[in-house]
């Protein structure tokens, strides 16, 4: 007898598994749409992904956010999303190569780097020469991943070196330990110290020296939903441009 | 002999019934269960590139790696014995007012999630918490960002594992030893390092490489507290994470090291964890 339910048991998971892989069939305006994107993103993409499901009735868009990277290394090894927003052309062109893109990836939005210090600048830190000066605790991103790949471009223009203390593995663990208190600087994304609120400010780079970021963003080849998918991309180029605006970032 | 110091955790010898007793939804669940843990090794081994492993291995980024990770939970353990094993025997021996809570503090390293930990550490030890700032101005220590921050999240992180090992061996031994050998006049030091800590020396030695290997897999608590910089804080696990970024070969080489390391451990303790052989 016991072994009996257990037989009814699986029968009724493997029923339940079956089921569930068959119900996302239907894709008019409702279903759900999974978004890769960078790091970077998070303060604008959280807000577009709400204003779109606000706009589109039924629609819910699910936003996963980490280093552009990490996503990319995710999506080739059979990560299941329907949109990819880079903060890199590398890293997308490395998913466009490896044929896991549909169409061609659109530029949505330009971005620009800046030193990030604390609230009030209390280290007197003018521009990229300063950080290079001892005993001061700089961040960079690790080489590994794009705002670390644009700093070393950076600081490479202005004729810098720059020992960091760290290469940490995203943008926003740079921010936050300067906002913290444990490093004196670092260099990051104009947007990311317009997203950390008053704990830190940021320091121009000037533009001779500075790099400009192109985010492309694509619909991914193993798409669910590749119709809702397309109608959120054309809605980041449209309807999404402002608030990318408001958090700092340049129009495509 | 062995699984007399450890009655509680030991495994009795398995029954010598054959697969035909064991329901069939059992063995097909048990089947799921044990693909459940072998499939990703599998992935590994078979996404291994062994025509360039050697060459992966040698590189100088992952040999700085392995040599920081090496110093880094070596540093961590013998740390961990120092503090940990007076902690053990405390808990074990000696009742006092908060003792459970003491405990579920000690152990509490066990569940946190690792980055949690991590920033904990920032706020205790960073140059703007609790200590950090202290330990700067006077003795000019500085741990976020340096090797020894990044000893100090993994001890952090791993000395609960041999904190409950030694416990529960100092527990489950028998006392009449330190009694016999008391009552014939040796003092509380002589009998402690003389009778107690050799008779629990298999808790000692499966706790301390238990701990070792918990530092050596150490990924969150360093990264946040000691950042990521090669051959300062850039231990095995962080670098595995961060060339899965560029090169996901070396990624799969470093990670098959850590795996052998690991099922090394297991096997070596195979008597407590999967029962005598």
């Given at each position: 007898m016991p072994s009996r339910v257990a037989v009814g048991l699986i029968a009724m998971l493997l029923g339940a598994g079956q089921s569930a892989c068959a119900a996302p069939a239907a894709s008019t305006v409702g279903g759900s749409i999974t978004v890769f994107a960078a790091s970077s993103l998070t303060h604008a993409f959280t807000r577009i992904g709400a204003n779109f499901e606000n706009a589109h009735p039924g629609a819910v868009v699910h936003v996963t956010f980490a280093g552009s990277s990490?996503?990319?290394?995710?999506?080739?090894?059979?990560?299941?999303?329907?949109?990819?927003?880079?903060?890199?052309?590398?890293?997308?062109q490395r998913l466009v190569n490896a044929g896991l893109v549909s169409g061609s990836p659109s530029i949505f939005a330009r971005n620009r780097?800046?030193?990030?210090?604390?609230?009030?600048?209390?280290?007197?830190?003018?521009?990229?020469?300063?950080?290079?000066?001892?005993?001061?605790?700089?961040?960079?991103?690790?080489?590994?991943?794009?705002?670390?790949?644009?700093?070393?471009?950076?600081?490479?223009?202005?004729?810098?070196?720059?020992?960091?203390?760290?290469?940490?593995?995203?943008?926003?663990?740079?921010?936050?330990?300067v906002a913290l208190g444990e490093a004196d600087a670092g260099i990051v994304y104009v947007t990311d110290v317009k997203a950390s609120g008053a704990a830190v400010q940021g320091i121009d780079i000037p533009a001779r020296f500075n790099v400009t970021a192109d985010y492309p963003m694509a619909l991914l080849k193993d798409s669910q939903d590749a119709v809702l998918a397309g109608t959120f991309i054309s809605y980041v180029l449209a309807d999404g441009q402002h608030i990318l605006a408001g958090d700092g970032f340049a129009a495509p | 002999m062995a699984s007399t110091f450890w009655p509680e955790m030991a495994l009795p010898p398995p029954d010598r019934r054959g697969p035909a007793a064991a329901p069939v939804p059992f063995l097909i669940l048990a089947g799921a269960g044990v693909a459940f843990f072998?499939?990703?090794?599998?992935?590994?081994?078979?996404?291994?590139?062994?025509?360039?492993?050697?060459?992966?291995?040698?590189?100088?980024?992952?040999?700085?790696?392995?040599?920081?990770?090496?110093?880094?939970?070596?540093?961590?353990?013998?740390?961990?014995?120092?503090?940990?094993?007076?902690?053990?025997?405390?808990?074990?021996?000696v009742a006092f007012p908060g003792r459970a809570i003491c405990r579920a503090l000690t152990?509490?390293?066990?569940?946190?999630?690792?980055?949690?930990?991590?920033?904990?550490?920032?706020?205790?030890?960073?140059?703007?918490?609790?200590?950090?700032?202290?330990?700067?101005?006077?003795?000019?220590?500085?741990?976020?960002?340096?090797?020894?921050g990044a000893i100090l999240a993994e001890t952090f992180v791993a000395m609960p594992f041999l904190v409950i090992t030694v416990e529960a061996g100092l527990r489950s031994m028998d006392t009449r030893f330190e009694d016999a050998a008391r009552t014939l006049g040796a003092r509380r030091w002589t009998v402690l390092w003389r009778v107690t800590l050799p008779l629990v020396r298999p808790s000692l030695v499966a706790g301390a490489i238990l701990c070792w290997a918990r530092a050596l897999g150490e990924f969150g608590a360093t990264i946040t507290f000691a950042g990521n910089f090669p051959g300062r804080t850039q231990t095995m696990p962080l670098a595995v994470y961060l060339a899965l970024e560029t090169s996901p070969e070396s990624a799969i080489v470093l990670s098959l090291v850590l795996l052998v390391v690991s099922l090394a451990v297991l096997v070596g303790l195979r008597d407590r964890w999967l029962g005598a052989s």
């Open positions: 990490t996503l990319a290394a995710q999506i080739e090894q059979g990560a299941i999303g329907d949109v990819f927003a880079s903060a890199d052309q590398p890293t997308m780097l800046q030193i990030v210090v604390a609230a009030g600048n209390p280290k007197h830190i003018g521009g990229l020469a300063d950080l290079s000066r001892a005993g001061l605790v700089v961040l960079l991103c690790a080489p590994a991943v794009p705002c670390g790949r644009y700093a070393i471009q950076s600081l490479r223009a202005a004729g810098v070196t720059v020992t960091p203390a760290s290469q940490e593995a995203d943008v926003k663990a740079v921010v936050s330990k | 072998v499939l990703p090794l599998l992935g590994l081994l078979v996404r291994t590139p062994w025509g360039s492993a050697r060459e992966l291995l040698t590189s100088s980024e992952a040999l700085t790696a392995l040599r920081l990770s090496l110093i880094a939970s070596l540093s961590a353990t013998a740390i961990a014995l120092l503090l940990g094993v007076p902690l053990a025997w405390i808990y074990a021996r152990v509490l390293p066990m569940v946190l999630p690792p980055v949690v930990g991590g920033v904990a550490l920032l706020l205790a030890f960073g140059r703007g918490g609790l200590l950090g700032g202290w330990l700067a101005d006077v003795f000019g220590i500085h741990l976020p960002f340096t090797t020894a």
